[in-house]
Structure formats: structure tokens, C-alpha cells
């Protein structure tokens, strides 16, 4: 059963519009949220992350929204631009105690930003 | 680069065989994972380490093992492998094990024939 959902998985956009990547997840104990990117022949690179405190978190171009009582998160990339055509993750995180786990991820959207 | 290596980048290897891969985490970082990704399967997680002691355990297989050692570095050993076993496994490591951002190495490619 997966736990961590992307249900898009590819997303065509062209250059200086917003790039809107989508994750849905199912359990309600997670409380951390990562995006990663992936370009190929290279390891997964954290991207943004907000806690299940917060509903959004800004670094530059990139904003994640939380929705916690859709179980639903996004990221937005504003303006989108070649260089950011890749695979993006999204990750759940779960709290053991204090103690923080692995990663959940979900099957990945490709993006493709078009000059 | 994320300051995260794996050695070797790739493998190939016959049925039956064991192979060791290697991983050295960032410098200062404690806490190291072990994750697997298939073509069908996305990123699954398959152990943890943290300042040598196992941490946590996921979908790995018995014919699997990891270790820690007190340099910090990481193996991951894979024995009696499949055709199944044919995947890109990446180690990342965190500061400790409070920390949820992990960072990933380039992985290493292996490929069972």
C-alpha cells in the first residue's frame, strides 16, 4: 500500500510559467515532508521541507504547501526554468519517539520545463 | 555534490554471487540509510544506522546485511543475488537521527546477470 502518492507522472511546462507538482499521502502520523530532485545518473538532491506545523515554506523560487486535512502537498516553482527538468520526490518522514526515521517517497513526476 | 560517496557506481555480477557497497557520509554526519530503487518500486527504504548501532529496519531481505563501522562509513552486503536484486542502491546520511533532511550519494548500479 503506498503511503506516499504522486499521481502524475510526468508534467510538461513551459520556461517563466509556475510548475505545480502534486503528492498525496495517507498517513496521518507523518510529520515532515521533503522534495527531492533527481536528475539521471545522479543521487536523489533535498530540495524544500516543511513541517506538519506549518501549511507553507518559502526558499526562492520554490514554495511547498501543506493541506494536512487533505493529506495533500504541492510544490511550486516560480518562474520554472530549463535547468529545473528533472524528477521530483516527494518524502514523508515519520517521528519514532524523537527520533527521526527513513523516508517514505513517492514514485516521482518527471518535469520537463520547455525553453 | 552532496558530500556523500558510494563505491563502486557500478556492478555486475553473476546469480549466486555476494557484493559489498560501500557509502562515507558527509563529514560530521552520524546517521546513515540505505535506500533501493527499482524501475517498478520507486525509492524503498531498507535500513538505518546511527553512530554504529542499527536504528531501524525496512524492507530488506535476509540474504541482506549492513554494518556501520567506527569510522562511520557503511557497507551494505548482498548475497546469493537475483536477477530481482538488479537495482540502483543509494546510502544517505543526516546529521543524527533527529534530523529529517538526508543526503544522497550518486548511488551505485547493479546489475545481476
Do not use: E, S
Given at each position: 500500500?503506498?503511503?506516499?502518492?504522486?499521481n502524475s507522472p510526468s508534467l510538461s511546462v513551459q520556461e517563466g510559467r509556475i510548475s505545480i507538482l502534486n503528492c498525496d499521502y495517507t498517513n496521518s502520523m507523518f510529520d515532515y515532508f521533503l522534495w527531492y530532485k533527481k536528475y539521471p545518473a545522479e543521487g536523489p538532491t533535498f530540495l524544500i521541507s516543511i513541517s506538519s506545523i506549518k501549511d507553507k515554506n518559502e526558499d526562492g523560487r520554490f514554495t511547498v504547501f501543506l493541506n494536512k486535512s487533505a493529506k495533500h502537498l504541492s510544490l511550486h516553482i516560480v518562474p520554472s526554468q530549463p535547468g529545473d527538468s528533472a524528477v521530483y520526490f516527494c518524502a514523508a518522514s515519520l517521528n519514532?519517539?524523537?527520533s527521526q526515521g527513513n523516508l517514505i517517497f513517492g514514485k516521482g513526476t518527471k518535469l520537463s520545463v520547455k525553453p | 555534490d552532496s558530500g556523500v560517496t558510494q563505491t563502486p557506481k557500478h556492478l555486475i555480477t553473476a546469480t549466486g554471487q555476494r557484493?559489498?557497497?560501500?557509502?562515507s557520509p558527509r563529514s560530521g554526519d552520524l546517521s546513515v540509510y540505505w535506500y533501493q530503487q527499482s524501475l517498478d518500486q520507486g525509492l524503498q527504504f531498507?535500513?538505518?544506522?546511527y553512530n554504529g548501532e542499527e536504528r531501524a529496519k525496512g524492507n530488506i531481505l535476509e540474504r541482506f546485511s549492513a554494518q556501520q563501522f567506527p569510522d562511520l562509513h557503511s557497507e551494505l552486503n548482498l548475497s546469493s543475488l537475483e536477477l530481482g536484486d538488479s537495482a540502483l542502491?543509494?546510502?544517505a546520511s543526516s546529521v543524527d537521527g533527529r534530523k529529517h533532511e538526508q543526503y544522497f550519494g550518486?548511488?551505485?548500479?547493479?546489475?545481476v546477470t
Open positions: 500500500d503506498q503511503q506516499v502518492k504522486q519514532y519517539g524523537g | 557484493v559489498t557497497l560501500r557509502c531498507l535500513i538505518q544506522y542502491y543509494f546510502c550518486p548511488g551505485t548500479r547493479l546489475t
